[in-house]
């Protein structure tokens, strides 16, 4: 499976991914632009525009409006904004395709931006950061991203803060929009029961007058960390959240398939190592996972675990134990353990990839951020090549006490004990 890349007049690219025998499409407008590439003045304008387009258009002039146009197809919408990547898709039957061009293409090339939605939308975020703060799952992430990339954008929420939301005006998402939503800066991608030639004859139409502009890259992240560092709010939960953040490498690195297979290893199912010395051995938590995050110019390998508070400092001896013992060969990678891992990424990728909305974030992402995506047998090819030196040679990479990060959320006053843990 690979999509067909066309480029439009405007240099508009299209990725279109034909499936036979599927009755919807997935319509996907990306633009490469997060909140990292926010002035702190401005933190949260990313996700605060993201919100405010759905208020409606030139032709759909209000949320209400919006809704219905989808609602009366029976179709699904959403949006989404990351630290470097936002995203806007529409899913409908194949035979109601335009119609979602129609709508998207209103609400993002002509939004009405005003004020009294813009204010009104000021509470809505508000209280969205409210919410956040009582879901410490959610916070921790945060928190730990918050210490990984100390001193620059990407430390920052993705939310931004009240105070910035506040001080945002339509002049302000105007001056956005020209700066970042231009033609080399974004990307369609429709997966589904749709061809080539309806995809780029509907997307000049409806997406061709997008005019051209000028990449705006936002400040590289260069590490200065040297030692351990640690992140610890004190907070009245009946749990403990626990998250481990090794500084990674960026998106599309040299050694990426084997870093996806180190990830299964670890933590990536219920047989995996972190799952098991930690759920299954010690019944320490109910929620255990590892997993990777890729950025341009850096990334992160991340543990998480959920885990009562009187057993976290426990948890986290045996989670810091497990990376221990697979890059010291304490206890080695077998060849069984190696072929499980490598079809357990096959089988979880292919399993995705039955949905179209997911076939769209698969090749969109990689699209729009290096400019070369390959094909789901190439994937696999690679995946397949992996061996076991190339895992010890990454571990030993990455899991150092000079990348060693913790972020940890629960009724804890005094961080001294988990300073010990992780400086030891």
């Given at each position: 499976?690979?999509?067909?890349?066309?480029?439009?007049?405007?240099?508009?690219?299209?990725?279109?991914t034909?499936?036979?025998?599927?009755?919807?499409?997935?319509?996907?407008?990306?633009?490469?632009v997060?909140?990292?590439?926010?002035?702190?003045?401005?933190?949260?304008?990313?996700?605060?525009?993201?919100?405010?387009?759905?208020?409606?258009?030139?032709?759909y002039?209000?949320?209400?409006?919006?809704?219905?146009?989808?609602?009366?197809?029976?179709?699904?919408?959403?949006?989404?904004?990351?630290?470097?990547?936002?995203?806007?898709?529409?899913?409908?039957?194949a035979?109601?395709?335009?119609k979602?061009?129609?709508?998207?293409?209103?609400?993002?090339l002509?939004?009405?931006?005003?004020?009294?939605?813009?204010?009104?939308?000021?509470?809505?975020i508000?209280?969205?950061?409210?919410?956040?703060?009582?879901l410490p799952?959610?916070?921790?992430?945060?928190?730990?991203?918050?210490?990984?990339?100390?001193?620059?954008?990407?430390?920052?929420?993705?939310i931004?803060?009240?105070?910035?939301?506040?001080?945002?005006?339509?002049?302000?998402?105007?001056?956005?929009?020209?700066?970042?939503?231009?033609?080399?800066?974004?990307?369609?991608?429709?997966?589904?029961?749709?061809?080539?030639?309806?995809?780029?004859?509907?997307?000049?139409?409806?997406?061709?007058?997008?005019?051209?502009?000028?990449?705006?890259?936002?400040?590289?992240?260069?590490?200065?960390?040297?030692?351990?560092?640690?992140?610890?709010?004190?907070?009245?939960?009946?749990?403990?959240?626990?998250?481990?953040?090794?500084?990674?490498?960026?998106?599309?690195?040299?050694?990426?398939?084997?870093?996806?297979?180190?990830n299964?290893?670890?933590?990536?199912?219920?047989?995996?190592?972190?799952?098991?010395?930690?759920?299954?051995?010690?019944?320490?938590?109910?929620?255990?996972?590892?997993?990777?995050?890729?950025?341009?110019?850096?990334?992160?390998?991340?543990?998480?675990?959920?885990?009562?508070?009187?057993?976290?400092?426990?948890?986290?001896?045996?989670?810091?134990?497990?990376?221990?013992?697979?890059?010291?060969?304490?206890?080695?990678?077998?060849?069984?353990?190696?072929?499980k891992?490598?079809?357990?990424?096959?089988g979880?990728?292919?399993?995705?990839?039955?949905?179209?909305?997911?076939?769209?974030?698969?090749?969109?992402?990689?699209?729009?951020?290096?400019?070369?995506?390959?094909?789901?047998?190439?994937?696999?090819?690679?995946?397949?090549k992996?061996?076991?030196?190339?895992?010890?040679?990454?571990?030993?990479?990455?899991?150092?006490?000079?990348?060693?990060?913790?972020?940890?959320?629960?009724?804890?006053?005094?961080?001294a004990?988990?300073?010990?843990?992780?400086?030891?």
């Amino acid at each position: 499976m690979k999509p067909d890349i066309s480029t439009l007049s405007n240099d508009l690219k299209i990725l279109t991914t034909s499936i036979k025998k599927i009755e919807s499409v997935t319509l996907t407008v990306w633009v490469n632009v997060g909140s990292r590439y926010e002035d702190e003045s401005k933190a949260g304008i990313s996700h605060f525009l993201e919100h405010i387009v759905f208020k409606g258009g030139k032709k759909y002039n209000s949320a209400k409006k919006i809704s219905e146009a989808i609602d009366s197809i029976g179709g699904e919408f959403n949006a989404s904004t990351g630290k470097e990547i936002t995203l806007f898709y529409i899913k409908v039957r194949a035979d109601k395709i335009e119609k979602a061009f129609d709508v998207l293409s209103d609400m993002l090339l002509s939004p009405l931006l005003k004020p009294s939605d813009i204010e009104r939308e000021k509470g809505v975020i508000k209280a969205e950061m409210d919410m956040y703060e009582d879901l410490p799952i959610r916070r921790v992430e945060e928190f730990l991203e918050n210490i990984v990339f100390e001193g620059n954008s990407l430390a920052r929420d993705i939310i931004g803060t009240k105070k910035a939301i506040d001080g945002i005006s339509a002049k302000d998402f105007k001056n956005y929009l020209e700066k970042y939503y231009f033609s080399q800066n974004m990307l369609i991608t429709l997966s589904g029961s749709i061809e080539e030639s309806k995809a780029l004859k509907l997307s000049e139409k409806y997406f061709g007058s997008i005019k051209r502009g000028v990449k705006n890259p936002p400040v590289k992240f260069v590490s200065s960390q040297k030692a351990p560092k640690i992140k610890m709010v004190n907070k009245k939960t009946d749990q403990a959240h626990i998250m481990i953040g090794f500084l990674g490498e960026r998106l599309g690195h040299k050694n990426r398939y084997a870093e996806a297979v180190l990830n299964a290893i670890l933590g990536g199912g219920m047989s995996s190592r972190m799952f098991t010395e930690v759920r299954e051995k010690r019944g320490l938590a109910y929620a255990v996972k590892t997993y990777s995050d890729h950025y341009t110019d850096t990334g992160r390998f991340t543990a998480y675990a959920g885990v009562e508070p009187n057993k976290a400092e426990d948890a986290l001896k045996i989670m810091l134990k497990v990376f221990e013992d697979l890059k010291n060969e304490k206890i080695k990678i077998t060849a069984k353990e190696l072929a499980k891992a490598k079809e357990y990424i096959k089988g979880k990728i292919s399993l995705a990839l039955e949905d179209t909305s997911a076939i769209n974030q698969f090749f969109g992402e990689e699209e729009l951020l290096l400019g070369k995506i390959k094909s789901l047998e190439e994937i696999f090819e690679k995946i397949d090549k992996v061996k076991k030196e190339e895992l010890l040679e990454l571990a030993n990479n990455f899991f150092s006490k000079e990348r060693l990060n913790l972020a940890i959320i629960g009724p804890f006053k005094n961080k001294a004990g988990f300073d010990r843990i992780i400086s030891n």
